[in-house]
């Protein structure tokens, strides 16, 4: 009895951020950029990377502010969670992933608006301690002589696959395997590092920049450690908002909305055609 329990158990937390999902956005309840409207015929329901957070929260507000009557509703969380909520139904308009990776798990299954897919920003990723921290850490090379290191779950999270790339680059993943905390996006590592509960981090460049009165940069990782990192952004095949959520995706590409990226420290995406 008590194994069909845990069994149950397990299963149940694993379906729960999809059945979440779509019981926050059934309801409304999803994190908006604006005021609740009595309707959802001017929503449009956005999965987003979690590190895409405070950006996309200011272009929602403008786009609400230049767009009366409507309302960007958000889902933040990893990339990987966003993919598997889409795969298995989760009402949403636009999904905008950290990786090239979780989006084509959505493209495959023939849920991703090909002809409306494209290249929104691009990030770094860098190596934070905590401010103060006594660790004599000062290059990548140093992590060997760290304790407990954070980085992401590369399972579901981009910045974990990006940090595992990187790490085997260096020869410090089978080393430090044994040392490595995961976290189940990336805002949860930066927590771990301000909170000193570790080491060292592996996070995003615009992470640290959130955080940076709590944090000392280490390093940021050479290009050619790992995989490009951008973040695709595309209209789902499914939505029933295609004309206002195309506009709200040309909006983000648009000067006004790569400047608010920008000004969060990402790269410039892909020229609007």
Same mark, same amino acid.
């Given at each position: 009895?008590?194994?069909?329990? !845990?069994?149950?158990?397990?299963?149940?937390?694993?379906?729960? &951020?999809? %059945?979440?999902? $779509?019981?926050? #956005?059934? /309801?409304?309840?999803?994190?908006?950029?604006?005021?609740? $409207?009595?309707?959802?015929?001017?929503?449009?329901? =956005?999965?987003?990377? %979690?590190?895409?957070?405070?950006?996309?929260?200011?272009?929602?507000?403008?786009?609400?502010?230049?767009?009366?009557?409507?309302?960007?509703?958000?889902?933040?969380? +990893? $990339?990987?969670?966003?993919?598997?909520?889409?795969?298995?139904?989760?009402?949403?308009?636009?999904?905008? /992933?950290? /990786? !090239?990776?979780?989006?084509?798990?959505?493209?495959?299954?023939?849920?991703?608006? /090909?002809?409306?897919?494209? #290249?929104?920003?691009?990030?770094?990723?860098?190596?934070?301690?905590?401010?103060?921290?006594?660790?004599?850490?000062? +290059?990548?090379?140093?992590?060997?002589?760290?304790?407990? %290191?954070?980085?992401?779950?590369?399972?579901? =999270?981009?910045?974990?696959?990006?940090?595992?790339?990187?790490?085997?680059?260096?020869?410090?993943? +089978?080393?430090?395997?044994?040392?490595? #905390?995961?976290?189940?996006?990336?805002?949860?590592?930066?927590?771990?590092?301000?909170?000193?509960?570790?080491?060292?981090?592996?996070?995003?460049?615009?992470?640290?920049?959130?955080?940076?009165?709590?944090?000392?940069?280490?390093?940021?990782?050479? &290009?050619?450690?790992?995989?490009?990192?951008?973040? &695709?952004?595309?209209?789902?095949?499914? $939505?029933?908002?295609?004309?206002?959520?195309?506009?709200? %995706?040309?909006?983000?590409?648009?000067?006004?909305?790569?400047?608010?990226?920008?000004?969060?420290?990402?790269?410039?995406?892909?020229?609007?055609?």
């Amino acid at each position: 009895m008590s194994t069909n329990r !845990t069994g149950m158990a397990v299963e149940i937390r694993r379906l729960l &951020p999809t %059945i979440l999902v $779509s019981l926050l #956005i059934g /309801s409304g309840g999803a994190v908006g950029a604006g005021c609740k $409207s009595k309707s959802d015929k001017g929503v449009v329901l =956005v999965s987003a990377a %979690i590190s895409l957070r405070d950006a996309f929260g200011e272009a929602g507000r403008r786009f609400e502010q230049q767009n009366p009557g409507t309302r960007i509703q958000f889902n933040f969380a +990893s $990339s990987g969670t966003l993919a598997t909520q889409i795969i298995r139904g989760a009402p949403v308009d636009i999904f905008a /992933s950290a /990786s !090239t990776h979780h989006m084509d798990r959505v493209a495959k299954k023939g849920l991703v608006q /090909s002809a409306h897919r494209t #290249i929104l920003a691009r990030n770094t990723l860098v190596v934070v301690v905590p401010r103060g921290h006594r660790k004599p850490i000062r +290059s990548v090379a140093d992590l060997r002589g760290a304790a407990k %290191i954070a980085i992401g779950n590369p399972k579901t =999270v981009p910045a974990g696959r990006y940090a595992r790339a990187m790490l085997r680059h260096h020869k410090l993943w +089978s080393p430090l395997r044994q040392r490595l #905390i995961f976290g189940e996006h990336v805002r949860q590592v930066l927590d771990y590092v301000v909170r000193n509960e570790v080491d060292a981090g592996l996070v995003y460049g615009t992470d640290y920049r959130q955080r940076r009165a709590k944090l000392t940069l280490v390093a940021t990782a050479s &290009p050619g450690s790992h995989p490009p990192i951008v973040y &695709p952004v595309a209209l789902l095949a499914p $939505s029933r908002k295609r004309k206002l959520a195309l506009r709200f %995706i040309r909006f983000l590409r648009s000067p006004q909305g790569q400047k608010i990226l920008i000004q969060r420290g990402f790269g410039p995406g892909s020229a609007p055609r």
